[in-house]
């Protein structure tokens, strides 16, 4: 297959602007990991056209996914996780060409993973985190079982994840057997959600109970790297100025109802600036001070 492919790689690698290219093979019929093709041929250039570039390919009566990704693209993914087969593509994809050892450097990147990379990963997991629980506990309340399930389900997701990259390891494709091994009594709360024999109404009762501890364990944490980006000055921030910082724009939509969760839980503390309307104040927030 490497043979057929040899000249579309090529062409690519003598591109003064690729870094790497790296080839997956499919390793079943119901593949996700190369979208159901033969083969995927993944290249990273240091800046392309577009971010994210697509073509198909037809050969010998396989098929074949080319993707040329800016690295800009490439950090993102890997950062949110929002493109988990890529991982696996890194890590795993057989090297075809790797300008400077750039292949090599990302992979020893991954598998060290950084602490301040780690906690950003860890403040965008837990904000993710809140978010479902929240929402799935708002839907218990009015008896939506199905909708609170939902959630719940994402919720416990995310705290699989979050714990397993509090033990210094990116979240894999497979999550729940990763973190089998890693903290079992996250994996036990997913197995009693999905298998118990309990009522439904039962087992979300449960699985909220379980969730405030676990949350509150993963506070400190989860809290991390905001509370150490909201340290950086020693004046308030307006949710303005929030939304301006580039180092929480990872956070995204889940911003506001951490900020808020965290208020509430008193690790923020809100102050008041007063406005033209009589009664009315913004709210600035700061850490708060023991």
């Given at each position: 297959?490497?043979?057929?492919?040899?000249?579309?790689?090529?062409?690519?690698?003598?591109?003064?602007?690729?870094?790497?290219?790296?080839?997956i093979e499919k390793g079943s019929d119901y593949s996700p990991e190369t979208d159901l093709f033969d083969v995927v041929l993944f290249v990273?250039?240091?800046?392309?056209?577009?971010?994210?570039?697509?073509?198909?390919?037809?050969?010998?009566?396989?098929?074949?996914?080319?993707?040329?990704?800016?690295?800009?693209?490439?950090?993102?993914w890997v950062l949110l996780g929002s493109n988990r087969k890529v991982m696996n593509w890194l890590?795993?994809?057989?090297?075809?060409?790797?300008?400077?050892?750039?292949?090599?450097?990302?992979?020893?990147?991954?598998?060290?993973?950084?602490?301040?990379?780690?906690?950003?990963?860890?403040?965008?997991?837990?904000?993710?985190?809140?978010?479902?629980?929240?929402?799935?506990?708002?839907?218990?309340?009015?008896?939506?079982?199905?909708?609170?399930?939902?959630?719940?389900?994402?919720?416990?997701?995310?705290?699989?994840?979050?714990?397993?990259?509090?033990?210094?390891?990116?979240?894999?494709?497979?999550?729940?057997?990763?973190?089998?091994?890693?903290?079992?009594?996250?994996?036990?709360?997913?197995?009693?959600?999905?298998?118990?024999?309990?009522?439904?109404?039962?087992?979300?009762?449960?699985?909220?109970?379980?969730?405030?501890?676990?949350?509150?364990?993963?506070?400190?944490?989860?809290?991390?790297?905001?509370?150490?980006?909201?340290?950086?000055?020693?004046?308030?921030?307006?949710?303005?100025?929030?939304?301006?910082?580039?180092?929480?724009?990872?956070?995204?939509?889940?911003?506001?109802?951490?900020?808020?969760?965290?208020?509430?839980?008193?690790?923020?503390?809100?102050?008041?600036?007063?406005?033209?309307?009589?009664?009315?104040?913004?709210?600035?927030?700061?850490?708060?001070?023991?």
């Amino acid at each position: 297959m490497e043979d057929v492919l040899r000249p579309i790689y090529q062409e690519r690698a003598s591109h003064p602007q690729t870094l790497g290219i790296l080839m997956i093979e499919k390793g079943s019929d119901y593949s996700p990991e190369t979208d159901l093709f033969d083969v995927v041929l993944f290249v990273i250039v240091r800046e392309g056209e577009e971010p994210i570039f697509i073509k198909h390919y037809a050969f010998e009566e396989k098929s074949a996914s080319l993707h040329i990704v800016d690295e800009r693209q490439v950090k993102e993914w890997v950062l949110l996780g929002s493109n988990r087969k890529v991982m696996n593509w890194l890590l795993n994809g057989k090297v075809l060409f790797d300008r400077n050892e750039y292949i090599e450097q990302w992979r020893q990147r991954l598998l060290q993973f950084p602490i301040e990379e780690r906690k950003v990963k860890m403040g965008i997991e837990f904000a993710k985190l809140v978010r479902r629980y929240i929402e799935g506990r708002s839907f218990f309340e009015k008896d939506q079982w199905l909708d609170a399930y939902n959630h719940v389900l994402h919720a416990l997701h995310h705290l699989a994840r979050l714990s397993i990259i509090e033990n210094g390891f990116y979240p894999e494709v497979t999550v729940w057997n990763q973190v089998k091994h890693i903290e079992p009594q996250v994996h036990k709360l997913y197995a009693e959600l999905v298998g118990s024999e309990e009522t439904l109404d039962k087992r979300l009762q449960l699985l909220f109970l379980a969730s405030d501890f676990f949350i509150h364990s993963k506070l400190k944490q989860g809290a991390s790297h905001l509370i150490h980006v909201l340290e950086k000055k020693e004046t308030s921030w307006s949710m303005a100025d929030l939304l301006n910082e580039q180092e929480l724009a990872v956070y995204g939509v889940d911003l506001a109802i951490l900020l808020e969760f965290l208020v509430e839980k008193h690790i923020l503390s809100v102050e008041k600036i007063a406005t033209k309307g009589q009664g009315v104040f913004h709210r600035h927030y700061m850490v708060e001070k023991k």
